[in-house]
């Protein structure tokens, strides 16, 4: 069964200043990755996601993540936080074959952006 | 892009009642339906899997009497709390799956009283 770290309860960092939130995920065998925001009492949002292809994936809002095989990770980065970029992130993991599969999450980040 | 509608986005009821919740696909066809449950400040825990005309697929753990789940349509997954109790407050998240992937709905707080 596949399982999500996610290292960082929480982040605090300062408007402007970028920012990482860093996912670990385990897996036997290929999978789908997925990082996801939650605002509060809202469902969730997909900020991007890896299927295949390119490590480098940009997402929406000016997120990306980076998909690396031999360390196991997908964190997501920005540039450049905005206080509207605080909420909850989490991390996502699902089996890469045999159709649309449960999706595992990581217990979250939640990334406070102080002005 | 696929849409997801859920509701109601909060309920109270009172201990003992049942509560209906919805997912709806507005604009795909969703073959598979995933129902989770979120506690407070934490993740989210997958508690059953739908396929449309069949019987849903329950995780350990999880009650299927009193989470009774219909995946009557390719469009509409419920989630029906029966008996409800204090302990099952909680928030509700529904998942559809077509072709553009997974597609959350915006949640239900449920509150019992």
């Known amino acids: 069964a596949q399982s999500v770290t996610q290292l960082d309860s929480q982040v605090p960092v300062f408007e402007e200043a970028p920012v990482e939130l860093r996912c670990n995920y385990s897996?036997?065998?290929?999978?789908?990755l997925f990082w996801y925001v939650q605002y509060p009492n809202q469902g969730l949002q997909l900020l991007l996601k890896?299927?295949?292809?390119?490590?480098l994936v940009k997402g929406i809002n000016g997120f990306e993540a980076e998909f690396n095989k031999s360390q196991t990770s997908f964190h997501l980065r920005k540039p450049s936080v905005h206080i509207s970029d605080t909420a909850e992130y989490f991390c996502?993991?699902?089996?890469?074959?045999?159709?649309?599969?449960?999706?595992?999450f990581g217990i979250g980040t939640k990334l406070q952006v102080i002005p | 892009g696929a849409v997801v509608s859920q509701h109601p986005s909060r309920v109270i009821c009172k201990s003992g009642t049942s509560v209906k919740i919805e997912c709806r696909s507005l604009?795909?066809?969703?073959?598979?339906m995933f129902w989770y449950r979120q506690f407070p400040k934490q993740s989210l825990m997958l508690m059953a899997t739908?396929?449309?005309?069949?019987?849903?697929?329950?995780e350990q753990g999880v009650e299927k009497d009193k989470f009774l789940i219909n995946h009557a349509s390719l469009t509409l997954s419920t989630l029906t709390v029966t008996s409800a109790h204090p302990e099952d407050s909680s928030f509700y998240i529904c998942?559809?799956?077509?072709?553009?992937?997974?597609?959350f709905g915006s949640g239900t707080r449920l509150t019992v009283v």
């Open positions: 998942s559809a799956t077509g072709t553009g992937g997974y597609t």
């Open positions: 996502a993991v699902s089996l890469g074959s045999g159709g649309y599969q449960k999706v595992t």
């Open positions: 739908s396929n449309e005309g069949s019987k849903a697929t329950y």
């Open positions: 897996s036997s065998v290929s999978v789908y």
């Open positions: 604009d795909f066809q969703a073959t598979t």
């Open positions: 890896y299927l295949s292809g390119s490590t």
